[in-house]
C-alpha cells in the first residue's frame, strides 16, 4: 500500500516534467521560425538595397498614381515611328525622338488635348502630348514607338484615355 501511495505522489511530478519538456521543445519551434522569418526579412532588406534601382521605380509608379485625371478621352489609336524613310524625327513640339528613343510621346489633335498635356494611354503608360500628325484630327492619336514593327503590330485600336493634371 506504501509503494501505490508514493507512486500516486510522484505520478503528479512525472507528468508535469514530461509537459515541461515538450513545452520547451515548442518554444524552440516557435524561436526558430522567428528566426528563420528574421533572415528571410534581413535577405529582402539587402536586396533591396543591391537593386535601388527597383525601389525607384516603385516610387514613380506611386508618384504616378497619384495624378489626378481631369478628363478621359474616347479615341481611335494608331502608331508611328521616327525610324523610317522620310521621317525627321523630330516632334512638333522640338521633342528629337531618335536622340530620345525611350520617350513617351503621342501625337494629338490640339483642339481635343493639348499640346503638353500628359496623357495615360492604355498599354503604353504615361506619354506627353508633344506632336501633331497630318492624319490627326479629332479623337484620334498617334503613339511613337522606337521599332517600326512594333509600330506596324500595334494597328489600328479604339481605347479610353485619361488626360491628368
Known sequence: MKKLFTSL???PFI???FSLQTFAEETD?????????SLILDKKKKEMER???EKNKEAKAVSASKEVVTRTVAVEATAYTAFCEGCSGKTYTGIDLRANPDQKVIAVDPNVIPLGSKVRVP???VAVAGDV????EGNR???FMAK?????DYGRQQIKVEILN
Open 29 to 37: 519551434k516557435t524561436a526558430q521560425n522567428i528566426e528563420t522569418k
Open 148 to 152: 517600326q514593327t512594333d509600330a506596324l
Open 15 to 17: 507528468v508535469m516534467s
Open 123 to 125: 498599354g503604353y503608360g
Open 9 to 11: 505522489l510522484l505520478l
Open 141 to 143: 492619336i498617334d503613339i
Open 51 to 53: 537593386f535601388p534601382e
Open 133 to 136: 500628325g497630318g492624319d490627326i
